[in-house]
């Protein structure tokens, strides 16, 4: 009891230090508030109408017939068994890209990082897309070089395909920084001990980054639980949890049901979540002890060499076909009957959905500074102050990063449908998703950044009688100006190819490209929606330059100055 009157005690005393500067005060009430509404109060709505029946009671029969409705249990057990499949497959090939990228002696290894950034500049069904052209009915592949008449590539066997080459992206990027931050010193002395390469490999660096293959696949579990575009593009009859929960609530009108689906969705991606933040985070393994080593001896043993970095060179090579096929295909009359050029697909999707692009990127531009901005001052709240709430910032700020878009969509249906916030069917309702769904990684960006920062900086103007407001505008914002334009470019990046949350709160006054490109796909006009995916791909790059060029003379600045 004594401990705990102590803590409470310290709390109150750092919380009223904190709050002496109304500004600070302001802002992190601020920021409680606006998450918990839209955030946490929108999942409580799901979790209510999950258990309420059309009558306005009680009702637990949404959770009864999940069990016993043998669509709505098959969608369960299929989202289970893709996600472990895809979650086994996408980590294990991520870390062969990663173990390739950090030890082998191979020329080229460049083409991974761009291979690695395709995934997240496109729209999330476009690998989906890409592989019906190649292998479906009508397949470049399968039909016109083949001859092949009855290929079936939709259901389980397509989704795997799809998942793996879409995620291993993930599980490579967080492997590579782990695989290169070992000291090599370690691996080296296991060798002087007369350890053989294989032993060393699966003695020592294995087990160092074991921690991290865990983290990596259920960061791959998550995203093929959470996926609604992909098995709304190529899952034909397998259904999973992301698609069910919009087929009842918006295909049949069961809006319960729906929600209960949601519900269980959202648990085992919460479940997850926490386990890899909270359990499998700590447990990482640091190996980089400030002591001077020398470089890391590539291996280049032909053997090695040859099996792993072919491996990764070939599916690189098929990452970048799959993408490049897009644009291609973006220019050819009609996919698997008529190959030749046409710009006819440009010309229609110009006509139809001009109103979509304009409303897709306008709402992104306006949704990126405020995700970028609100993720640098959460970050500066979570790791320069401490006081009663920043538990809550913290965790629920992130917590959308775990959250599957259909759950957020659905909560937001139910929860901004009537007063007193009413935003159903207005542009800000699309912000607000937008903006709760690239928050995350910008949050992370700023706390990475912050970190590494010495406070001692920030005390000096206060010192000299800055307030918290100007402190935070001249001093920390612009040290973390790399973190924060990092933001800015993955909330216009997030926004743009958004889909899972966005297709419940889209309306008549707001078209957006994803919705219409998923429309197309569903339809077979496969040339427009390459041409549509195209036209959001180039608007997400110029925005890239844009930002980049905007950070790059920011950065120059300080240097003409002086």
């Known amino acids: ?145 083949l001859g092949w008449s009855n290929t079936n590539i939709y259901g389980l066997k397509g989704l795997i395909f799809v998942q793996t080459i879409s995620y291993f992206p993930i599980a490579f990027l967080l492997l590579a920084g782990m695989l290169q931050s070992i000291d090599p010193s370690i691996e080296d002395a296991a060798r002087d001990l007369g350890s053989s390469k294989w032993r060393t490999f699966t003695s020592v660096t294995i087990p160092l980054v074991r921690p991290g293959i865990a983290n990596a696949f259920l960061l791959v579990f998550i995203k093929s639980v959470a996926d609604f575009a992909n098995p709304m593009a190529i899952g034909g009859n397998f259904s999973t949890l992301a698609t069910q929960v919009y087929l009842q609530a918006i295909g049949s009108y069961d809006v319960q049901g729906g929600a209960a689906v949601a519900v269980v969705l959202l648990d085992i991606a919460i479940i997850l979540f926490v386990l890899s933040k909270y359990w499998i985070e700590k447990k990482t393994y640091v190996t980089v002890t400030g002591k001077a080593s020398r470089e890391r001896t590539m291996i280049d043993d032909p053997q090695i060499v040859g099996l792993v970095g072919g491996f990764c060179f070939l599916v690189t090579a098929i990452v970048l076909a799959i993408y490049i096929l897009i644009p291609i295909a973006s220019f050819i009359k009609m996919w698997g009957v008529n190959y030749s050029f046409t710009t006819a697909h440009y010309k229609y999707a110009l006509e139809v959905g001009m109103d979509a692009i304009k409303d897709t990127t306008l709402l992104s531009i306006i949704a990126t500074p405020i995700a970028g901005i609100l993720g640098m001052i959460i970050a500066y709240l979570v790791v320069r102050k401490k006081f009663i709430g920043r538990g809550f910032i913290n965790f629920s700020s992130l917590l959308s990063i775990a959250v599957p878009g259909t759950v957020i969509g659905i909560g937001y249906i139910l929860t901004f449908n009537e007063p007193p916030v009413q935003l159903t069917g207005t542009a800000a309702i699309l912000i607000a998703a937008f903006v709760i769904r690239a928050l995350p990684i910008g949050i992370r960006a700023g706390e990475s950044s912050l970190q590494q920062i010495d406070p001692s900086i920030e005390e000096a103007a206060a010192d000299l009688g800055s307030n918290a407001s100007r402190v935070f505008t001249t001093v920390t914002l612009p040290l973390i100006k790399s973190a924060f334009f990092g933001g800015l470019i993955y909330s216009f990046i997030r926004s743009m190819t958004s889909i899972s949350a966005v297709i419940f709160l889209v309306s008549a006054n707001y078209s957006l490209l994803t919705v219409l490109i998923l429309d197309q796909v569903e339809d077979n006009q496969f040339g427009v929606a390459s041409a549509f995916s195209t036209i959001l791909i180039l608007i997400v790059y110029i925005a890239i330059i844009v930002i980049k060029l905007m950070l790059n003379r920011l950065g120059s600045n300080p240097q003409k100055q002086s």
């Open 1 to 145: 009891m004594g401990k705990l009157g102590a803590y409470i005690s310290n709390q109150i005393k750092t919380t009223r230090n904190t709050f002496r500067d109304p500004i600070i005060a302001t802002v992190s009430v601020g920021m409680i508030l606006a998450l918990f509404v839209f955030v946490v109060w929108p999942l409580l709505m799901v979790v209510k109408q999950s258990v309420t029946d059309l009558d306005g009671n009680f009702s637990l029969q949404a959770y009864v017939n999940i069990v016993t409705m043998s669509e709505t249990y098959q969608a369960l057990v299929n989202t289970l068994m893709l996600a472990i499949i895809v979650g086994v497959l996408a980590t294990s090939v991520g870390f062969l890209f990663a173990y390739c990228s950090s030890h082998l002696a191979i020329r080229g290894k460049k083409l991974f990082n761009l291979m690695a950034l395709l995934p997240m500049v496109s729209p999330p069904f476009s690998v989906a897309l890409s592989i019906i052209m190649l292998f479906g009915s009508r397949g470049l592949v399968t039909y016109s070089l």
